[in-house]
């Protein structure tokens, strides 16, 4: 019972009340987690109208229109309650004040009013896909999109190598300054770039560093966290490993680049997914640095539907699905590492 | 697992990585064998250390210098060399209050605000995320089917941006949004969540809750795993209730990664900023607005780019998250003493 | 190490290939939209670029937070565009290029544009020429006139006073169960729309924000009074924070909203998104003790002082102000004219529903009804910190944090406090 609880049914077959709300609780994080992402990629293909309607739909749908002989565009389909208390489907002629002329599509002839309280519009799915197919015409998305992955891989590179470096330094030697060395990491551990926003900017234009990708790439390449991340880790790495390589005379670089990153493996793992979801939504600091179009990132132009005084709704949800979909993959790509990765081996 | 690994030549599973990583540091043998030759063994440290400390010190350390020097200076030029120097006046317009638990009372009340609330979310997120981590991790570590979809599911809110995230919560939540229509539908009354300071706050931490959980979730899963059956077998022999169990067994077991998640949940916490900005605007009225918030609008938003002001309240910030961190660490490592 | 080389060079090409090979010049213009006006703009500048081979204009299209709050950073590090399309004249000016000298006809300029010349030029400047008005905007309502016949409620008439349209509004949400009798944006900018007609003048004789007047307390007290009775919703103006601009479009579309304080630039969206869903028309402003006048506002393009090629870029400029051109922006992005000839002749809006042609026209002549106390205050240097101080202070006393008189108190101390940074050399 009582292992039961904290490892796994003792009894396979037979289901107890553990499993029971074990498989509840998971069923609702699904419902949670995926919910409203799944919503979010619904409501893209939505038209500007149907996303402001209330209640809102949960489907992309639109009114039903049919097209009627004698009228040049196509009329919405109603439904209508008589005033006899029979129901049917009508066309909406025109609607004058709070009365509605609507015709039945098979008799075209005879006009029909109706208060308007008394209809409701049929409705049908339909994606609008335009909201997709529209701003790709419109902005540079390719050029945007690899801007953003340039950003991403190369950030990820150098957080990665110099990154681990440090924690190597700070977890297997023992020196003089260790201690200083740690209080920094830890201290800086906490700043927030958005508060340095304006000296970093000052460090940039003096570096003439503006307009340039590595102005996005390089502030935040040393990251504490990593650092911090990745020496917890080599904590748990056992050290007769690195003293048997230094009797076989192993230089310091080939510990490091042969035995003790591999084994960093995992945590490098969580860094790179880390590193990789940073760079690739982060806004603010390429805003201040980004001013010309060929060097935007995907999330500038993306943003760039947000006006003074309107937002263009349709267009920002359908972009900003379009930006998850890589993250999604690399989601896929990497989640062996990071559902066995680091489970499998523990973060001791 | 690293136990039973030969000394030298771990190779990293996907090979193409591996094949090119080899390759790559491979280059660096000779000239990092030189090094180490001219520098000793141990004072290899810094070498390693050096690249991080570089950038460290121009993008951190530098910038840090700037901030002391901005927030002594005032007007609204950009260059330091064009603002006049105010001395002490930012940090004592900041610290001016009658009293400091009534931000109301304070010439820069909104910055008080700001920190009241940044503490007040913190607290409740920690709770709130090591609590339902724990829970989730728990529930995982338990031999069910699709644990690997599963683990998947908890995780993958946090691949979203912040924005993002703020957004789809936001449509959910608002007046006309998807939980009012749930609520109605089952004959509720519409709640304004975003008109109530309480609600507000509430949803501020949910939402960064169902963001970021996932990975802590992982970090105690790991943990759990890494503890061994023949433990909670011989509890069982032994006839332990669960919640000692639980006590006694799990979670001391447990504490070096419930370290580790605390100390990364409290520095992401009291950073917050977009997320919650995005989901609440920081209202009702000021209820939460966060420290981070009010520095950033300073600097920026504000009509008048008061840069020296801003600087100056990111110092005290800066001292205060030093101080807590330190905090955080000695406890932690007493409770492990 | 090699890889980090090779992507190096990889990077390097990319943002070369960025950059044309032969001798043009290329001009920056950062812009940002609301609507169709990125494309219009897009439009114009390619036939310019057909009749001016030597001159490319890139469009740098960026989030509106972007104007507001990087491009001030960014010009005062000279790093800025040649052109930005921005509405902090004020704040802004000290980087604005003087186009007279390049200009063959300046005095067209003048004519045209001179009461907004005025907004753009730095205090105590009489002559520069530094831009021109993309759009002007003027605050004033948009009502649901199906929602007041569906109750039953007679629309006030031309000349109705605030409290008019505040009881009519309720009576209509009271019948209809619209939850928002009345909805303003949360913008200072709007609260100015009710203040101005209510008798504030915001700016003291010696050019200096001296914001709590009497009619600034009268606006605040309608306002205040309208949430306690339910008139207004806390949802808008007590939700958010600080400055942060919380719009009522939404809730407009969705009829929830019987009277909507808000301005001519949501014309186009309500004419494409209310489509035939109900009726709905802009009214004039509503009168207060002062007079019945809205707040003017707007974007404009400016020419900016660091630029490398002033002649250019003025002849981009002349371009753009020049008449069918501009007429055309005009016309096909459905903006209110900032050029005194268009507005006289009128725009033949593209594209427009008679509905939303009727609306334009109730806030072309809306234009003409502005009081000088209305174009003063937003003109002045000033006004924007006025506006934020204010939605900031007041949104805090509606959500129930701080008395109208606290307040009042903060809104002072807020403005001088800013005034005095920014007058800090």
Redesign the interface.
Known sequence: MTVSLFRQTRHPGRIGWTDILSYAYLALGVVLMFGPVLWLVLSSLKTPAALLEFPPSLLPLTQKTVTVPGHAQPLELYRVRMPDGTVRELAQVRRIGIQAQMLDPADPATIIRVPIEAREPIREMAFAWSNYTEPLQQFAFGRYFSNSLIVTIVATIITLIINSMAAYALAIYEFRGKALMLLLVIGTLMIPITIVLVPVFLVITQMGLNNSLWAVILPGAATPTGVFLLRQYMLTLPRDLIEAARMDKASEWQIYARIVLPLTLPALAVLAIFSIMWRWNEFLWPLAVLTKSEVYTLQIGLNAFQGELQTQWHYLLAMTVMTLAPVALVFVFLQRFITTGIANTGMK | ???A?P???????DALA?R???A??G???RP??LV?RLVG??????I??A??????G???F??????IA?SVT???????GDR?H?GAAHYEALLDCRSYLEP?SC?E??FWKGVANTLKFTLFQMVAMVGTAL??A???????RGR?F???????????????VA???K??LQ????LN?AI??AGGQKI?F??D?GWAMFWAVFVSV?AHM?FYT??L??????IP?DL??A??MDG???MR??TRI?LPLLW??LL?VL??VL?RA??T??EVFVL??????????MI??Y???T?????????????AA?ML??GL??A??MLQ?WFARRKAA | MNRRHWLAGALMAATLAATPAFAQTTLRMTWYSDGNEGEVMRDLLNRFEAGNPGIKVVLDTVPFKAINENLPVQLAAGQGPDMARIVDFGGLAKFALDLRPHLANAAYWEQNFGPFLEWMREPGNTTAIPGFMTQLTVTGPLVNKTLFEQAGVALPGPKATWEDWAKAAKAVADKTKAPYPVAFDRSGHRFYGLAVSQGSRMIAADGIPAPIDDGFKRAAQLISDWHKAGVMSKELWGSVSGTAYRGANEEFKNAQVPFYLSGSWQISQFDKTVGNAFDWIAAPTPCGPANCSGMPGGAGLIAIKATKHPAEVAKVMDYLASEPVLAEFYARTLFVPGHIGIAKKGVAYQGASPQAAAALKVFGDSVAALDPAAYRIQGNAYSRIVFNAAISRLGQSIAGEISLDEAYKRIESDVAQQVAERNKK
Request: a neutral charge; proline letters at 7%; zero cysteines.
């Open positions: 697992m690293a136990d690994s000394p030298t030549r771990m190779m990293p599973r591996a090119l990583w080899q790559a540091s280059l660096l043998d990092m064998a180490q063994g141990n004072r290899m440290a810094w390693f250390l690249p991080n400390i570089f950038f460290f121009l993008f951190v530098l910038p840090i210098g700037i901030n901005l005032g007007g609204t030029n950009l260059f330091l006049p105010v109301g010439r009340d909104h829970v989730t728990l529930v995982l570590n338990r031999k069910i690997g599963f683990r998947a599911v908890y995780f993958f809110p946090v691949l979203l941006s912040p924005v993002v957004l789809i919560w449509w959910i007046r006309d949004g998807l229509a109605t539908t304004l975003f008109v300071p169902w996932g992982l970090i899963l790991a943990g759990l795993q890494a059956a909670y077998e509890a069982e332990t209730p669960p169990v639980l799990t070096p990664n580790v100390v990364l520095i009291v950073q900023f977009d609440t605007g920081g209202g009702p009225g000021t209820a939460t607005v981070v918030q520095i950033y609008e600097a920026f938003a504000n009509q008048v780019q008061n840069f020296g002001r801003a600087a990111s910030l800066g998250l030093f807590l961190t660490l």
